[in-house]
Each structure stands twice: as structure tokens, then as C-alpha cells.
């Protein structure tokens, strides 16, 4: 095939795009900025590094990421098998080793025959085939480029970054390992886990809600070219941990510091809160704070993260950060298939759309990618069943109602309802609900799968 498809971003949804059209039988170009120009967030070159985390959620099937990654492997995902390889202890969770995985995936994108990774900053829309894959972090030029694209349909919203702690300056007189509820393969626990008492709670709370915090760059309290007044705002999935402790003494107990499930073992009893750290690299000599995205400037951080038990003397390899995510007015914009419905040779997937969360970008670029090399071909693109996770957030993103549109995870409650259950129930309990929702989408997918032309294509090189 003499045309060419060009995939805008090297990040999770642009690799997994890229590949999946390359399988297809496509010639690729994979445009990635970096490193010759680099975001406030990324410190590397390498395609699929993770920012904000290294957790790519819950791997249980019938929680709403488990279920999409479930799905998402079964469609062949390049970046979940790279996942897999370079996984590190989690619990029930996902997580990576991020280096690793980033190279990893990196690796396999460049050996690819049909991919070609251009290093260059695309700052207008190529008139070919194209998957806008640029992610929350798109540069000025080709934000310019999609507002113009868009009518001016931008939103966007403010993420923040978890600060990461050298391992070995953990106290481990005070912390403990413990997975809740005993759960993951370690019988030690797969997570490390500060406790704080009442008291000591009371006074974090107090400190956290009174820190320094950094100003929003002029560029970010502004609205940019293309981007509708007052629609700035923290994404509700991704708060900083100040703003949620400003929202009640006991915001944080009950969101991100919650013990149940815990045991400190010093006083045999459960804690009154409890920061969780989960490890970020293979060699687990690195630990992210989890649930602690944060814009407090770094000294503040150094000071108040001090006074969580255990991390008084901790050497802080990453602080945490904030930055701006931009997303499309999706309702507006894109049909299911992830195609623009002005111009059905463009696609977008990621964070862009509108779907939330790694294992959505990955999901969303897999879709994509082999919609695009369909469109190429002459094949009518694929729209999944709703009953699954990813068809039912691309229906979402294409259908919801555009003025309270706002960026979505996976969830069960974006799933069709379930018939009622046989017998004498009247009703499932919420376990049952899931694990038969989770059921229903896999076998949905399997029938959907086996209809011709819909399964991945061969792996087989030219």
C-alpha cells in the first residue's frame, strides 16, 4: 500500500495505534516530538512513558479496569504484553516498571517494518489518513490546529503527578507491608503503609490545607487560542491531594489516606489513616505516594510529606507537579469509531477524546489504529458491542451530552443494564452485578470477534 497513515503522539495510545496498524498491513509514520522538544511532564524520549503513575489500575475482570484490560487483550494490545513483561508487585493492581516499559515498548516500534518513528513536531494536520493521538500535553501549535479543526471545541482540565520516595529512606520501624486484605501473590504485602493516629492526621490535614502552592503558569490560568472561557477545571479522577483535604477534615480518610483492609502491626489494630506507597520500578529502590497528585511547591512538599510516619528522613527522588490536560468536546466531534465526523479519514484516541485513564489511552489508540488501517483498506471501521468496556466508552464519549461533557474512566454504570437474574432474586448484590456485567462483555467480544474480518490481524512480517 503506497499512502502512508501518520499517527500524532508517541505516547500510550499513539504506540498502541501505530502498531496495531502496521499488523493491519499498513505503512506507519509515528510522529514523536520528543526529546528534541519535551513537555512540562516527560523527562524522557522514549514512546509510552508514564507520567503520572506506573499503575495501570486494577487486573481483576470483573473491576472496570480489569474488565477493559481483559478486553483489550483479547484484541491483541502490543503495550499490555510489554505491561506483562516489565510488571512489578501491585497487589490486584497492574504496575510497571516505568523505565522498562517505556523502553520495552519503544524497542518494539522501532524494529517494527512497517513503522517509521519520525522525531519531529507535527503543527498542523496532515491532509492524509491520520490518528491525532497527542495526548493532554499537545503543543500550542497543534492545539492551534485542532481549535481550528474543531470550531474552537477545545476544553481542557489540570492534572497533577505523585511524588516518588528512594525506598531504602523509608522507616520501616514505622511502616509496614501489607496489601489490603492480605490480597496479591507477596505474602508481605505488596504495598508499604505509613499509619498516622488521630492526632497525627489532624495535623497533616491542617498543614496540607495551608502549604505554599505553585502558581499556575500564566499560559495555564489563561484560556489559549481555541479553548472556551470557564471551562478550565481539576479533573475529579485525578485531584490533588490538597484539594481534596480543603473539602473536609475527613476527605483524606475516607479517599486516598483510607486504612480499611489494614494492620498496623505495632498496635495490632487497624490505623486512623494510612498512606499507601506502591513501587514504581523492577529493582524496588523507588516508591510513589499513591493518590498523592499534588501542586504544593517542592519545599512544602519536603516538609509536609515529612510528617507522614516513616517519611520524616525520606529522600524524594520525584515531587509532584501539576499540569494542564487538554481534551476535544468529543459529543461534538467524534462518532464511536473514534473518527472525526467531518473528516472520516481522522481519528483520534487517548486522552484527547475524552476517555480517562491508561488502560482507556491504550484501549482507545487499539481501536484506532486498526479503524484507520480499515478506512485505508476500504473495510468499514469496527464499532464493538456496548456491552463491552470499550464500546461502551467510545459510545459515551460520541453520544454523551456535550455542555456536561467531562473525561471518563471505566466504569460499570457505563455498561448496558443486565437482564434481571432467573429464579427467585429480585436482585444482585454489587459483586455479582460486576462479575456478571465482566461476563457478559467477554463473551459479547468473543462473539464479536468471531464474525469474519473483526478478529486482530496476523502478526506476520513482510
Given amino acids: ?65 480489569g474488565l477493559l484490560k481483559a478486553e483489550t487483550r483479547r484484541l491483541g494490545s502490543l503495550l499490555l504484553e510489554c505491561a506483562d513483561a516489565t510488571a512489578v508487585p501491585a497487589g490486584s493492581a497492574l504496575a510497571v516498571d516505568r523505565e522498562a516499559f517505556a523502553a520495552r515498548v519503544t524497542a518494539r516500534l522501532s524494529e517494527h517494518p512497517r513503522i517509521t518513528l519520525d522525531r519531529r513536531e507535527v503543527t498542523e494536520l496532515p491532509a492524509g489518513p491520520t490518528v491525532i493521538a497527542s495526548g493532554p500535553l499537545t503543543s500550542e ?36 507491608r501489607q496489601s489490603r486484605w492480605d490480597r496479591g501473590d ?43 472561557a470557564g471551562m478550565h477545571r481539576f479533573f475529579e479522577g485525578c485531584l490533588p491531594v490538597e484539594i481534596i483535604a480543603a473539602r473536609g477534615h475527613d476527605a483524606l480518610a475516607y479517599g486516598p489516606l483510607r486504612p480499611v483492609g489494614l494492620t498496623d502491626p505495632r498496635t495490632q489494630r487497624r490505623p486512623y489513616a494510612c498512606v ?64 472525526f465526523r467531518a473528516r472520516t479519514d481522522l481519528l483520534c484516541a487517548g486522552q484527547l477524546t475524552g476517555i480517562e485513564g ?19 483498506q476500504g473495510r468499514a471501521p469496527l464499532v464493538l458491542p456496548r456491552e463491552t468496556m470499550l464500546g461502551a466508552l467510545c459510545h459515551y464519549i460520541a453520544r454523551a451530552e456535550p455542555t456536561a461533557f467531562q ?17 427467585r432474586r429480585k436482585k444482585r448484590g454489587k459483586r455479582e452485578r460486576a462479575a456478571a456485567h465482566a461476563e457478559r462483555a467477554l463473551a459479547a467480544l468473543d462473539a464479536f470477534l468471531a464474525e469474519p474480518g473483526t478478529a486482530p490481524a496476523s502478526t506476520a512480517r513482510p
Avoid at 28 to 56: F, I, K, Q, W
Avoid at 358 to 376: H, P, Q, W
Fill in 407 to 423: 473525561p471518563m474512566k471505566s466504569n460499570m454504570g457505563l455498561l448496558p443494564e443486565l437482564p434481571p437474574p432467573g429464579g
Fill in 358 to 376: 491508561y488502560a482507556g489511552n491504550i484501549a482507545s489508540g487499539l481501536l484506532a489504529g486498526r479503524n484507520a488501517a480499515r478506512v485505508m
Fill in 276 to 339: 499507601q506507597l506502591r513501587q514504581d520500578n523492577l529493582a524496588a529502590t523507588l516508591y510513589n505516594l499513591v493518590g498523592f497528585q499534588t501542586n504544593l511547591t517542592f519545599a512544602e512538599q519536603r516538609r509536609v510529606f515529612g510528617m507522614i510516619p516513616g517519611l520524616g528522613a525520606a529522600e524524594w527522588e520525584r515531587f509532584g507537579q501539576m499540569h494542564r490536560n487538554t481534551f476535544l468536546a468529543a459529543p461534538r466531534l467524534l462518532e464511536p469509531t473514534l473518527q
Fill in 141 to 176: 501549535a497543534l492545539s492551534d490546529a485542532l481549535a481550528d479543526l474543531s470550531g474552537d471545541d477545545h476544553l481542557f482540565f489540570f492534572d497533577a503527578i505523585s511524588p516518588i520516595v528512594v525506598g531504602e529512606s523509608i522507616d520501616m520501624e514505622i511502616a509496614f
Fill in 186 to 228: 507477596d505474602a508481605a504485602g505488596d504495598y508499604i503503609n505509613c499509619p498516622l493516629d488521630r492526632d497525627e492526621y489532624a495535623a497533616f490535614v491542617e498543614a496540607l490545607v495551608n502549604a505554599e502552592r505553585i502558581p499556575l503558569r500564566s499560559f495555564e490560568q489563561a484560556l489559549e487560542s481555541g479553548v472556551k
Fill in 1 to 65: 500500500m503506497a499512502e502512508e497513515l501518520s499517527v500524532i503522539g508517541g505516547g500510550l495510545a499513539g504506540s498502541e495505534a501505530a502498531w496495531q496498524a502496521a499488523e493491519a498491513g499498513v505503512p506507519v509514520r509515528l510522529y514523536e516530538m520528543r526529546p528534541a522538544a519535551m513537555t512540562e511532564a516527560h523527562v524522557s524520549g522514549d514512546c509510552a512513558e508514564l507520567v503520572c503513575s506506573n499503575s495501570l489500575g486494577s487486573d481483576v475482570v470483573d473491576r472496570p479496569s
